[in-house]
């Protein structure tokens, strides 16, 4: 057992060179910081690139329109029809019994106008369930009802910052709009709170952004605006044909959701396999693909930290041959008095992990202002380079640190470990010393 006196003695020794003892202990203190803030960081981009894919759904799965390539496309000149039919989302209705839910999404880009006030917008026809499936929140009036849907009324439904562009001095509820080439005009019944935009999932699914957003029943959109979307680029103009953008299938129960993503895939492939004109994303799966990074960017983060504890323990066993060099006539001396091998051992051990147990708790208290720091250093970059931060994902951009329990005591006990490992060759070459020779030493 170490003693009081010991760890007294390992103390003052230390304080002799108290810059050396610093740079040592500095470089244990970034190594256990450098695992905390690692692994924070690290959790805090992955809990919100799962959360990101959890708003899909994990019991769904979303079917997407994809423009094929023109030389997969035989008549260019014309109008194209490709993606989702109608037809299809019946067809997958009436043939699927584990469903729960389906919703057919039909997208356009438009020019939204009330008055004076011109927004470029998204219009999106759908079915009343389109709010549940995408976590909409009703912020004031009403949702889209079913009636409306069969009767194709003209009523429509904003999102809040939409509403605030279009009607900076009004209440928008009961107003009208107008959407682009349309002649007809649409009444306000609701505003939905904001909802933050959702990521993109490789090139499968866009990032989705809500801010903009008119929502219409899709039957109203299918008779005033029609299936075929005009393109105006240079000077020349596309035309394509396109029924559905989207379609979100709701399944049951969580178990069916691979067994249900592989018959749709089957059912769709013979129409669809051409062009390749459709995307399934099914989102559990890529919560597992997401949960496996995880681990791997842990691990992988974990290990460049434990390189920083690594040097770390060099600067150790550095300083501490060194002090052996410079006490051989201490240790020749305690020796001659009757120390015995084993308390030259203890003493310098003691030391070492003196050291390591000061830059390991400077360093935990260093970790657990990971976030606040984060937050200092992105006020900053948003200051200094804002270009630079708007051009970052929004999962780094946004990302906020989530410290992990179990990384403090990692640390801290892998810097203890770490004292003991590359503390214990200089104290047994102190130990080794003859104490005559050492007497000796000048």
Not at 175 to 184: G, M, N, R, T
Not at 389 to 400: E, K, T, Y
Request: aromatic share 6%; charged share 20%.
């Amino acid at each position: 057992m170490v003693s009081l006196r010991t760890i007294r003695l390992g103390v003052k020794s230390l304080a002799i060179y108290p810059l050396r003892s610093l740079l040592t202990v500095l470089g244990i203190f970034i190594g256990v910081a450098s695992v905390i803030w690692l692994l924070a960081i690290g959790e805090g981009i992955s809990i919100q690139a799962r959360k990101q894919i959890a708003d899909l759904g994990a019991e769904n799965i979303i079917i997407r329109s994809v423009k094929p390539p023109a030389e997969k496309v035989a008549d260019t000149t014309g109008a194209v029809p490709y993606g989702l039919q109608r037809s299809e989302f019946d067809q997958l209705i009436e043939t699927l019994p584990s469903l729960a839910g389906a919703v057919p999404i039909r997208e356009l880009r438009r020019q939204i106008r009330h008055g004076h006030q011109i927004v470029d917008g998204r219009v999106v026809g759908s079915t009343p369930e389109y709010a549940d499936i995408n976590r909409l929140k009703i912020y004031r009036g009403r949702l889209l009802t079913l009636r409306e849907d069969q009767e194709r009324i003209n009523h429509c439904v904003l999102a809040a910052d939409l509403a605030e562009r279009l009607f900076p001095f009004e209440d928008p509820l009961g107003q009208q709009i107008h959407i682009d080439d349309d002649h007809d005009f649409y009444t306000v019944v609701g505003i939905v709170e904001t909802r933050a935009a959702s990521a993109g999932i490789g090139g499968s699914l866009d990032a989705q952004e809500y801010a903009n957003d008119v929502y219409i029943p899709i039957s109203t959109l299918q008779a005033q605006i029609g299936d075929m979307v005009y393109t105006r680029r240079s000077g020349s103009r596309d035309m394509e044909i396109v029924e559905l953008n989207q379609i979100t299938l709701r399944v049951a129960h969580i178990d069916d959701v691979e067994k249900t993503a592989d018959v749709v895939g089957r059912t769709l492939s013979k129409a669809h396999d051409r062009l390749n004109d459709i995307a399934m994303i099914v989102p559990k799966e890529l919560l597992k693909q997401a949960e496996n990074t995880r681990i791997m960017f842990n691990v992988f983060m974990g290990l460049i930290a434990a390189i920083s504890l690594l040097v770390g323990g060099i600067g150790i066993m550095n300083i501490m041959l060194a002090t052996v060099t410079e006490r051989t006539r201490e240790i020749g001396i305690r020796r001659a008095l009757g120390a015995k091998k084993s308390d030259v051992i203890r003493q310098f051990l003691t030391e070492a992990i003196l050291l390591t147990t000061a830059g390991g708790l400077l360093g935990i208290l260093a970790g657990l202002f990971c976030g606040p720091s984060v937050f200092a250093v992105r006020l900053l970059l948003e200051y200094v380079a804002p270009q630079t931060m708007a051009n970052l994902p929004d999962v780094i951009r946004n990302v906020q640190p989530m410290i992990r329990p179990f990384s403090i005591p990692l640390s801290f006990g892998i810097s203890l470990i770490v004292g003991v490992l590359f503390g214990i060759y200089p104290a047994l070459q102190a130990a080794k010393m003859d104490p005559i020779q050492a007497l000796r030493h000048n």
